[in-house]
């Protein structure tokens, strides 16, 4: 089982011979049910307990392991409890020592860590690539699809499947490449589309989870270009549960991120 602290300066590995986990309440959870009788969770406090056993240079680890913890404190950048393929975003609030052996160079340790959202995530990107980079030559033909859309879709457009294995919808992140221009990908009957010349080795990021769409350059100088998202539909729509069809013309490349989320990371 791989669990770490993962920070913006390094990270600390809590299944290794050195530094043992003792304890912790990471797959514990609660709801509260608000007075539209609707069910949320708040933030949440967790608590674990490590060892430190008889480090050769104690001191020397023991700085480092407070150096990343503070680091993201001072930053006010959340860093990752990773727990396999999950993740919780998080602080260290309190490192609390106890049963110092000074000669054998062991303690132990109790962190307590803050989540201002309580949910687990773990990512899963796929990648659909141009119809040049798979070979494919067809011939186009207009023809109207299975939607109320004002444009029609052609014979040539690639069609795709999306896999969200969770049970419900997800928000996601997607990427497309250029070079293309006004680039527009359609998952299970909702459009995905920004109004925007894309030139060769600009990236274009839709962010559901953030809300957020930037243009980025080859240099990564990022451009807001919200306001070119396509208006008449809505561009966060999060990923429904199952299998989606995806559909996209083929002469751009993307990938989209799903984050499926959870109460508590899954048992192996």
């Known amino acids: ?49 490590i060892k430190l056993i008889e480090l050769d240079d104690f001191g020397v680890e023991l700085n480092k392991i407070t150096s990343i913890f503070e680091k993201d404190i001072t930053l006010n950048k959340a860093g990752k409890i990773q727990i396999n393929d999950y993740y919780l975003d998080c602080f260290i609030l309190e490192s609390i020592k106890s049963n110092w052996d000074i000669k054998n160079n062991n303690v132990d340790i109790e962190l307590v860590l803050f989540a201002a959202d309580a949910v687990w995530i773990s990512e899963k990107k796929t990648l659909f690539r141009t119809r040049a980079d798979e070979g494919i ?55 995905y589309q920004v109004n925007c010349e894309l030139l060769a080795n ?8 953030e809300k957020t769409i930037f243009k980025l350059n080859k240099s990564g100088q990022r451009t807001n270009v919200f306001h070119l998202r396509n208006r008449e539909s809505y561009i966060f729509e999060p990923i429904p549960s199952g299998i989606s069809e995806v559909l996209w013309s083929g002469d751009y490349g993307f990938d989209i991120t799903l984050f499926e989320e959870r109460s508590e990371p899954k048992w192996i």
């Open 1 to 49: 089982m791989i669990i770490k602290y993962i920070g913006s300066s390094g990270s600390v590995d809590f299944q290794n011979k050195k530094i043992v986990l003792i304890s912790h309440d990471f797959f514990n959870y609660s709801w509260e049910r608000n007075k539209n009788k609707q069910f949320n969770k708040k933030s949440r406090k967790y608590k674990c307990k």
């Open 137 to 191: 030559v067809t011939t186009k033909r207009n023809f109207d699809y299975n939607y109320d859309f004002n444009f029609d879709y052609s014979s040539d457009d690639k069609k795709r499947e999306l896999s969200n294995t969770s049970f419900k919808s997800v928000p996601f992140k997607m990427a497309i490449y250029g070079p293309c221009e006004n680039p527009r990908v359609l998952i299970g009957g909702s459009i």
């Open 202 to 209: 600009e990236v274009l990021e839709i962010d559901s989870k």
